[in-house]
């Protein structure tokens, strides 16, 4: 790894360079790198960079909306760098999500609906084409916009409140949300449990479901029946 942005994780990439955020890169970092590839991400990544890089470097762009996606999308990256004969890493992963899903859904059959906020000034939330819905409903929850026409629906507080979630789950990221935006719901939703929670849980790919899985799992199931 020779280059990332200052929202990868730290961990084992201390050697590489910062090539800046996701939303602004330094193309001429990336380029001066000379790497044998870059990956991209729709969402995350400047169109009009990853086209400019594409005519130079090869440029593997993922768009995983959901889990299914996010395997589909590990299998290509064991293919890419030639993993695959090595350690079958989507196997593993596949088979310990259903391992835990199983174990805790099953004899579950109340769904706490749950409201997720990515965003504030305005709220923002997200419905069910995104990899965070998807996680919710694995770990045995409810979206409460998951059939909103808009992918990420703008709301206000009202329609939060009317809408009554069992469960509201404030993430650090991409927007921190803090103590103060707990109380701030609490003064008209009293009665609702309402988590700030580590935002790497429901919205990183990877080995870091099953992780997620399990930590969302314990605010939604265990701590809701």
């Known amino acids: 790894m020779v280059g990332t942005t200052r929202y990868c994780p730290k961990h084992s990439l201390s050697s590489s360079t910062s090539i800046g955020g996701t939303k602004k890169v330094s193309l001429k970092k990336i380029i001066d790198l000379k790497p ?27 768009y995983p909306k959901n889990y299914n996606d996010s395997i589909e999308m590990l299998k290509k990256f064991q293919i890419l760098f030639g993993l695959s004969e090595k350690i079958n890493i989507t196997n593993i992963i596949s088979e310990g999500m259903k391992y835990i899903t199983a174990s805790k859904i099953k004899s579950v059959t109340y769904q706490p609906r749950v409201f997720y906020p990515i965003w504030k000034n305005p709220w923002m939330s997200i419905n069910n084409d995104t990899f965070i819905d998807s996680m919710i409903s694995l770990a045995g929850g409810q979206n409460i916009f ?30 921190k949300f803090t103590v103060q935006d707990k109380l701030e719901l609490m003064k008209n939703m009293d009665k609702n449990k309402i988590y700030l929670i580590d935002g790497s849980w429901a ?8 992780t997620g899985i399990v930590q969302l799992q314990q605010i939604l199931i265990d701590d809701s029946t």
Do not use: C, H, Q
Request: hydrophobic share 35%; no cysteine; net charge negative.
């Open 203 to 210: 919205s990183w790919y990877g080995v870091r479901s099953i």
């Open 146 to 175: 998951r059939d909103s026409k808009d992918r990420y629906p703008t709301i206000d507080i009202d329609t939060i409140d009317n809408l009554n979630p069992d469960i509201i789950l404030l993430p650090d990221e991409p927007y």
């Open 36 to 62: 044998d590839i870059i990956i991209a991400n729709i969402e995350e990544n400047d169109k009009e960079d990853v086209e400019e890089l594409m005519e130079t470097f090869p440029v593997f762009v993922t």
